[in-house]
């Protein structure tokens, strides 16, 4: 297992086009999480996943914002209608149910809107 | 509001000196604290965790201790060496649901 990986590692879109990222956590982990972070922002959190049930969305995941993971395996975030706003880096983690393991994150991906 | 402050200046210290990092947190009783080390470009990395009960915890050159009365958290790293320079994060479960909400942050620089 190489660990966390996402897909893609950078993405330039249009205003208004909609975008997809996915993610692949380590095999073994049962939670999958997302998380947005801005230039000099520690990562924020926007929605996880227990298995294949989505557990907990943040109000920052406004109804533009999607997140799936069928299966329990791999997940999929979508952005509709992006905005410049929506600008950041696009953060991927998985880990076991016991928190002493700590997350395991993926590189990101940088989601630039012109 | 529940709030996590980490020091938002860099912090520049020489090769060889202990670095100290704080997190302060309020409003909130922890059962545990993360600590994450991020370079540019790349997702952060875990490096510790310690629990409300445990008052320090080691691991090779890092240190952190936990005190929750003060709701500080203090990341130790001695015998700094330019390979450490990098951004340092706090992270709490705020939520009670076991996501961690992080810190913003702070920026280490290793000189030689």
């Known amino acids: 297992d190489t660990g966390v990986s996402q897909d893609p590692r950078h993405k330039i879109t249009k205003r208004g086009q909609n975008v997809t990222f996915r993610c692949d956590p380590i095999?073994?982990?049962?939670?999958l999480y997302w998380y947005r972070q801005t230039l000099g922002q520690g990562p924020e959190f926007l929605t996880y996943?227990?298995?294949?049930?989505?557990?907990?969305k943040s109000r920052l995941l406004s109804d533009r914002f999607s997140a799936e993971r069928p299966k329990g395996s791999f997940s999929t975030l979508e952005i509709q209608r992006t905005e410049q706003g929506d600008s950041a880096m696009y953060l991927c983690?998985?880990?076991?149910?016991?928190?002493?393991?700590?997350?395991?994150f993926g590189s990101g991906t940088r989601l630039t809107v012109v | 509001s529940q709030k996590i402050e980490q020091n938002s200046e860099a912090l520049n210290i020489q090769e060889g000196k202990t670095a100290t990092l704080t997190c302060n947190y309020t409003n909130y009783s922890p059962a545990y604290l993360q600590w994450y080390r991020q370079d540019p470009g790349r997702g952060p990395v875990f490096l510790l965790l310690i629990r409300e009960n445990e008052k320090e915890k080691r691991k090779e050159r890092l240190k952190v201790t936990f005190d929750t009365t003060l709701k500080q958290s203090l990341f130790h790293i001695t015998a700094s060496q330019p390979a450490d320079s990098a951004t340092y994060l706090c992270?709490?479960?705020?939520?009670?649901?076991?996501?961690?909400?992080f810190g913003k942050g702070t920026m280490l620089l290793v000189s030689p």
């Open positions: 095999s073994e982990h049962n939670r």
């Open positions: 983690a998985s880990s076991f149910s016991n928190e002493a393991y700590g997350y395991t």
């Open positions: 996943f227990q298995n294949e049930a989505q557990l907990e």
């Open positions: 992270a709490l479960d705020m939520s009670g649901y076991s996501t961690l909400t």
